[in-house]
């Protein structure tokens, strides 16, 4: 097990560069669902506004 962490003395190089990488790969993941939720609330309340405004026209 000890020869497969240390992959041949270059241990220090590539685990770290693994971890960074998901690190990445998990703020992408992150960032790209919270800005999809903002959309869908400014969506949700620019179909609202629009829906008072028909409302309002109607009457």
Request: hydrophobic share 55%.
């Amino acid at each position: 097990m000890h020869d497969f962490l240390d992959m041949g003395g270059y241990g220090l190089y590539v685990w770290p560069s693994y971890g960074l990488a998901a690190a990445v790969l998990a703020w992408n993941i992150w960032s790209a669902l919270r800005l999809q939720r903002i959309a869908l609330e400014h969506a949700r309340r620019r179909v609202a506004i629009a829906k008072s405004d028909a409302e309002r026209a109607a009457h």
